[in-house]
């Protein structure tokens, strides 16, 4: 896939106002820097509007951005560059193939790059990984729903799940979860290139959704419908002001909000369907 790299020049407090912002346009990736931010936007979902939008926060904030054409063979020299190791604690940790192991966490996630975003925004991951700690994973059946690198489906097969669905529209995020659950040897996990549409009408006991606050939001009445009495939600990839939205739509629903955390301005949600 195609993608156009916004790359904004800014303070370092005006970083997270303008993901913020551009979260409501097309743009699936956030990477701040010590200039600034650059922001990532499909080639396939890019329109004028966009652009314009951007012109207009200018009359607002003070900053300057220009865009180049990443087309897809340059994005594995992309991730190597920007791509640190995670580390949530003594629980587990996230390393591409050409970082040092990391022996003293109890799980080590070991992924090889690939055209595809699956650490996301790394406070974001993060919480993602810390709130999965404290969660039962034994046999259930779980979908990771924008699966990225798979690297929390892969997470969800060492704490012992039953098996795994991992769905991501990027045809590049399915071949490398795929790659990367073998590496791992994660035999359950499941991945399949499309949206919620593939797995209409499934149960699972599990969900994790670590996307953007409008997808999981448009998706929410769907993810409901997939989960069983007592099953749990995860969520991150949005700030609080876009969190408050979420928690409510998920109240009316009938989801019960469990556990709340909060890393760098972004939020991770449990949601249990009680």
Same mark, same amino acid.
């Given at each position: 896939?195609?993608?156009?790299?916004?790359?904004?020049?800014?303070?370092?407090?005006?970083?997270?106002?303008?993901?913020?912002?551009?979260?409501?346009?097309?743009?699936?990736?956030?990477?701040?820097?010590?200039?600034?931010?650059?922001?990532?936007?499909?080639?396939?979902?890019?329109?004028?509007?966009?652009?314009?939008?951007?012109?207009?926060?200018?009359?607002?904030?003070?900053?300057?951005?220009?865009?180049?054409?990443?087309?897809?063979?340059?994005?594995?020299?992309?991730?190597? #560059?920007?791509?640190?190791?995670i580390?949530?604690?003594?629980?587990?940790?996230?390393?591409?193939?050409?970082?040092?192991?990391?022996?003293?966490v109890?799980?080590?996630?070991?992924?090889?790059?690939?055209?595809?975003?699956?650490?996301?925004?790394?406070?974001?991951?993060?919480?993602?990984?810390?709130?999965?700690?404290?969660?039962?994973?034994?046999?259930?059946?779980?979908?990771?729903?924008?699966?990225?690198?798979?690297?929390?489906?892969?997470?969800?097969?060492?704490?012992?799940?039953?098996?795994?669905?991992?769905?991501?529209?990027?045809?590049?995020?399915?071949?490398?979860?795929?790659?990367?659950?073998?590496?791992?040897?994660? #035999?359950?996990?499941?991945?399949?290139?499309?949206?919620?549409?593939?797995?209409?009408?499934?149960?699972?006991?599990?969900?994790?959704?670590?996307?953007?606050?409008?997808?999981?939001?448009?998706?929410?009445?769907?993810?409901?419908?997939?989960?069983p009495?007592?099953a749990?939600?995860? #969520?991150?990839?949005?700030?609080?002001?876009d969190?408050?939205?979420?928690?409510?739509?998920?109240?009316?629903?009938?989801?019960?909000?469990?556990?709340?955390?909060?890393?760098?301005?972004?939020?991770?949600?449990?949601?249990?369907?009680?």
């Amino acid at each position: 896939m195609d993608y156009y790299q916004y790359s904004f020049l800014c303070e370092p407090a005006l970083s997270e106002i303008l993901i913020a912002l551009l979260s409501t346009q097309a743009f699936d990736t956030f990477q701040e820097n010590e200039k600034g931010l650059a922001a990532y936007l499909p080639v396939a979902q890019h329109e004028s509007t966009v652009d314009e939008y951007i012109d207009s926060l200018r009359q607002q904030f003070d900053f300057s951005y220009d865009r180049v054409l990443l087309v897809a063979q340059n994005w594995n020299a992309v991730w190597e #560059s920007n791509f640190q190791p995670i580390v949530v604690d003594e629980f587990c940790a996230i390393r591409a193939d050409f970082h040092p192991a990391i022996t003293d966490v109890q799980h080590e996630i070991l992924i090889q790059p690939k055209m595809a975003f699956g650490t996301g925004h790394h406070a974001t991951t993060f919480q993602m990984i810390r709130m999965m700690e404290g969660v039962d994973f034994l046999d259930k059946k779980v979908l990771d729903y924008g699966c990225g690198t798979g690297v929390l489906a892969i997470l969800a097969s060492k704490l012992n799940a039953k098996h795994i669905d991992a769905i991501d529209i990027d045809e590049w995020a399915e071949e490398n979860t795929l790659e990367n659950a073998k590496l791992n040897g994660a #035999s359950n996990v499941n991945a399949m290139l499309g949206d919620l549409a593939l797995v209409k009408g499934r149960q699972y006991d599990l969900i994790l959704a670590n996307i953007t606050f409008n997808v999981i939001s448009d998706s929410l009445p769907s993810l409901y419908d997939m989960l069983p009495r007592s099953a749990f939600l995860l #969520s991150s990839g949005f700030f609080q002001a876009d969190a408050e939205q979420l928690i409510e739509q998920a109240t009316e629903l009938g989801l019960v909000l469990k556990r709340q955390m909060q890393r760098e301005g972004w939020v991770c949600l449990a949601f249990q369907k009680l």
